[in-house]
């Protein structure tokens, strides 16, 4: 191949530059660009530490700049500099970057994702699960989310709708996640997107990622009778307080109110949370611990805590040096936060003692459990939720 992209996520960085690794070693003379929102902030110390691996990085949503990429290949000089949003080592060994992180695009101009030439060349095998979204960006300020699109960017509804039906009546998909990060921000779009759904002649098990705020019971009946199986919704901490310092402005009626409307309409109910954020203590888990006791979701998602490059926890923890950009380097490293190691290994022991007692059915299975990031053991995994339960029964009693 000519070019190899690989987008890179801040706790899977280490099995990206395996990724790159391995291309080279079978394809020295590929190309190799980066994108995403961990090289998106760290594009320098990146180019700088994987020099002679990586060839190129887009900042970004890389929609038009990786097809100028492509077209600008072996280009230099001038044609580089034309490009928005690339980063390179020049020639002279010093890191370039043309711009500022691409954020706002126009996503009128874009034409449908299709996978036939793709899946062709795979040999054509079933796809059992695919992704698509409707929209980019979120229009909520979590201080702990890496929130590379600063608004929200709806895709074309007519687009929308062909991309899903290209996945559910075409390729036959048997579930279609639909993975905005605010899905139902405008709900008449997202109302009429599931209402061309359900003209389809075939459906798909859907599963759909959005905010307690912005549940509607016009949009969501819509999903149900397109096919929808469940909902995920973030509520990150049973403790308003903490949702407060997180900058997540989620009240408790709210909270009730969407996992009425939720079971109202027969949908299965996924709940993220978190556990590790700074100042959190054992009594605000187990506050957590209580609301999902009362909720009893089909499904929990409990990561630890981490500064991801593009949240503005990063740029206070640089300031303070609490933090450096170097940490990010250690691919043995695989969760930065501000904790000590035995608060690490307490803060995976909860989340994961809150992931298997509250999921009792499953239905979204694209994980990464903090131990598993970690490489733990079974043993050690085992031992640490233990730890965690007890904790949480002292609260309790």
């Excluded at 020049?90 to 126009?106: K, T, W, Y």
């Excluded at 909270?255 to 959190?280: A, D, H, S, W």
């Excluded at 605000?284 to 981490?306: G, R």
């Amino acid at each position: 191949y000519e070019l190899v992209g690989i987008s890179v996520y801040t706790p899977l960085r280490k099995e990206a530059i395996e990724l790159a690794q391995m291309v080279k070693r079978i394809s020295p003379e590929s190309k190799i660009v980066l994108g995403g929102p961990h090289p998106s902030r760290l594009y320098a110390s990146m180019l700088d530490e994987y020099a002679g691996l990586v060839d190129f990085i887009l900042l970004g949503g890389a929609d038009i700049s990786l097809v100028e990429l492509v077209e600008n290949l072996e280009g230099k000089g001038t044609a580089r500099y034309r490009i928005p949003g690339l980063a390179w080592i020049g020639e002279g060994g010093e890191i370039r970057a043309n711009s500022r992180p691409i954020i706002n695009l126009d996503l009128t101009q874009q034409s449908p994702v299709r996978f036939d030439a793709y899946l062709d060349f795979l040999g054509n095998p079933k796809l059992k699960r695919a992704y698509m979204i409707t929209s980019r960006g979120c229009r909520f300020w979590c201080n702990f989310c890496s929130q590379l699109w600063k608004k929200l960017l709806l895709h074309p509804l007519e687009r929308a709708v062909q991309e899903a039906k290209h996945l559910i009546e075409e390729l036959e998909v048997e579930e279609l996640v639909i993975y905005d990060d605010c899905l139902g921000a405008r709900s008449e779009h997202t109302q009429s997107f599931f209402s061309a759904l359900s003209k389809f002649s075939r459906t798909a098990r859907l599963i759909g990622i959005s905010h307690f705020q912005l549940l509607k019971e016009n949009w969501l009946s819509a999903f149900k009778k397109a096919g929808g199986y469940g909902i995920l919704l973030g509520l990150e901490s049973g403790s308003s307080k903490l949702r407060r310092k997180m900058n997540k402005h989620l009240e408790d009626d709210e909270i009730c109110q969407g996992v009425e409307l939720v079971r109202k309409l027969g949908l299965k109910l996924g709940i993220y949370t978190m556990v590790g954020f700074p100042n959190e203590s054992v009594q605000d888990t187990y506050s957590t611990y209580k609301i999902l006791s009362k909720i009893q979701p089909e499904q929990v998602i409990a990561p630890v805590y981490e500064i991801k490059p593009g949240d503005m926890m990063i740029e206070f923890g640089l300031k303070a040096r609490m933090i450096q950009e170097s940490d990010y380097l250690d691919l043995d490293r695989r969760i930065i936060n501000y904790m000590s190691e035995p608060e690490l290994e307490q803060a995976v022991g909860l989340a994961d003692y809150l992931e298997t007692s509250f999921s009792p059915e499953p239905f979204l299975y694209d994980l990464y459990p903090s131990w598993w990031i970690l490489g733990w053991s079974e043993e050690q995994r085992n031992r640490a939720r233990g730890k965690a339960e007890q904790e949480l029964k002292k609260c309790q009693n």
